[in-house]
């Protein structure tokens, strides 16, 4: 009998390979007679440029060619597109300024590659990079957000450097509501602007092969496939089927790895130029100033309530930066991610969200870690914790009386909730909190000096964006589904292979467990191959805490296949029919019988036809699945965070946090609880640490790990995390995604304890020390 | 850029590599050695990805000049352990899922083993402050700090430490 797996904390097959130092990232791979290429980069954020001069450049040692943003666009480039249609209020379509791949007219922010150098060696390219000499006629950048309208109109076709002006949800009702409530609770607020920092930066090794026109990219990819898409039908590199895309092992993601940036683009070009394979690393500058950033929303909103608390609407103005260019998905993440999650947990009648999307010069700003989602949870978290205070109930009170408590539920700004049950995960966290301790521990802090605060965020997230119809009405670009096959070998090994991709996540296991579970093998039997377009078909990666959800149901559904089809064989083999045929554990067994034949034997008589029958089926046993979701899947939860803060330097202290996640089904609850882990740090980072700054002129003040504060082991407590599970109801695992949620629900709960612990209504992130004792001293309660 | 010859002792072998004047250790390691389990994640000494033992401590490779490795015993991620026997820090990363991606784990078990060495990893915050230098954006650290406790356990120095 095999083990049964789903729901155990399998050790990760991939480790082996990372903990040796075997694992192989794009910068590990080399291929004989590689150049390599670094970027010329615009040393200002806004101008036009009058002339690039290569000339001495080309001529120093170990240089091979230098190639410019003219040249590309010379030679019929297409420019970099971004893939969600959003329109604004009027039905217009958003305005999108042409991105080019490399500069040749104009740059719009600092750092926006001007032109490549291809060099014998990496010193040779980033010394010649030197000696090129771009002149630029520079002008005013524009900088900030809440000003844009009245700034330098930076492109012909955007007037008041606005994108889109979109809404969604009922404006009349809610307002109406407004106007009528006992209380209105306000609040204004900036969500901080976040540079993504995998800890691998950004690489592409290009391969022209001059004999056969083809062009293999290995890079740092979250979607290999949706690389070689763009790069076929938008910048017309070369003919998909001419294209292969490699993502061997990528050092993390968390979004930024999704898009089709300049740089992997150019170096592609150059390769099929030159004829040579050329590789590119990024530097960690060049990651700070050219991977899209995330976040940066300016918000302003109300929430109205009746006598007893109860929510009656709510309504959010925000605009949202965009930086100089819409990247690749950066329309959908202030709107579809971002206004539909506005009804959180709470069943709020009437809501009515407009955002804006601003360009400005700076870095695009595009999905990271929870992508729209943060942003509306840290809003409306932060919002009902003021809201309580305002209205005399605890924080757990006013959340419990607004809770949706019967699904499916149809909220006001276009989502249906399919299952969830948000007492319990708030009623499970605040016992491993013992939140009724609290005034206790506080008490006692306060003996040594102390403030300490108590702060909760209930979240939710929607993950699987689907179904494929429903977001392309909405403006999507692509399909949303997933692929999946299973190869299963003569000898009853399984080679799976899928769509979705791992950058840290676990797939090797996960889906491992997955089809081992459904064909009752050892998971030691199930290989998984991902990251491919030369051996899978088209996939559409791993983004929004998708894999498991959409990836995992295709497999599911392949899986099905595989047991149908064997159930045929055995029938035949054992001379019953196939509804007589049971399939568990490994076994097909004739039904009222003691006949069986495994799963292995199945497997070697599909290949070995002797006894077959070849007239109704063919040999062979290998299934693919194409799944298309229905509906989102909806992740929920409930954090509590408590912190102890110094008065006197402000500094802020995490002494518990609290993580109960309702994720679905678990395959493996320990690559779950690190997912968890994962995104609260970069939550609780957001909250107390990260900040991206750019002075007025557009230089970006926070250009490396010196200026930029990333979360270090000493900056974070140990998490305290448990589940909750309410299946999801619509796709064959039950699964909902767990990728991005502590992202998404810890920083409102970070601020939440802070402003309980000094007393002060607002605070905006990141909570420096400086910021906090500030505040301590402009308001806090003593 | 002129070339230098290095010798110094690799994981256990001596070497004598030719490289550019300028090269930083870390670059003589993956491009000229191939060594590419040591990894490069920044370019201001910050991140603690390349992290390699050096004389029997740890040392950001990426800020040691390869000239300067001259004559010393290096240890790279690639010396410690193999897949048939781990080095234990090795075996309690993977046990206690204290990697993701793992392009931040090498230099945190190089980081770890030193720390242990050093009996600087008797507890929590010890641990927490020890890995200081290393970023990881995939776990959060948590499982890290557990990895290191459990291999100080393994190592036999957290009984020394504490008696
Ligand atoms: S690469 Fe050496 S510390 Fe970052
Ligand atoms: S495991 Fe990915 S950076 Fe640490």
Redo the contacts between chains.
Sequence with gaps: MTEQTIGQSVLRKEDMRFITGKGQYTDDINIRGQAYGYFVRSTVARAGIVNVDVSEAENAPGVIAVLTGRQLADDGLGTLPCGWLVLSKDGSGMKQPPHPVMAADAVNYAGEPVAIVVGESFQAAKDAAELVVVDYDEKSAVVDLATVQDADQLYDEVPGNISYDWELGDKDATFTAIDNAHHVTRLTLHNNRLIPNAVEPRAAVADFNPATEELTLYTTSQNPHVVRLIFTAFVGLAPEHKLRVVAPDVGGGFGSKIFVYSEETAVSWASRRLGIPIKWTAERSESFLADAHGRDHLTEAALAMDEEGNFLGLYVKTRANMGAYLSTFASSVPTYLYGTLLAGQYKTPSIYVEVEAAFTNTAPVDAYRGAGRPEASYLLERLVEIAAGEMNLSPAEIRRRNFITEFPYQTPVALEYDTGDYNASLTRALEMADWDGFANRKAEAELRGKKRGIGISCYIEACGIAPSQVAGALGAGVGLWESGEIRVNPTGSVTVLTGSHSHGQGHETTFAQLVSSRLGIPVEDVEVVHGDTGKLDFGMGTYGSRSLAVGGSALSRAADKIVTKGRKIAAHLMESTEDDIDFDDGEFRVRDSNLSKTFQEIAFAAYVPHNYPLDELEPGLAEKAFYDPGNFTFPSGAYVCEVEIDPDTGETEIVKFTAVDDFGNVINPMIVAGQVHGGLAQGIGQALLENCVYDDTGQLLTGSYMDYCMPRADDLPDFDVDTTVTPCTHNPIGAKGCGEAGAIGSPPAVINAITNAIGVRELDMPATPERVWRAIQEGGRS | ?ANISVNLIVNGKAVTQEC?A?STLVDLL?DQLQ??????????S??G?CTVHFNGRAVKACTVLAGQAEGADVV???GI???ES?HPM?SA???C?G????????GM?MAGIDLVNRGDASD??S???G??G????????????KAVASAAVEMGVKEEAEG
């Excluded at chain 2, 060594?35 to 490069?40: D, E």
């Design positions: 850029m550019p300028n993956r060594l590419t389990g040591t990894h490069v994640g920044c370019d201001t910050q991140c990805s790279t991620i690639e352990g193999s897949r781990l090795q990363f993977r046990e899922h990697l993701q991606c793992g392009f931040c784990t090498p078990i929590e915050a641990i927490r402050s890995l200081e290393n970023i990881c954006r995939c776990t959060g650290y948590h499982n890290i700090v």
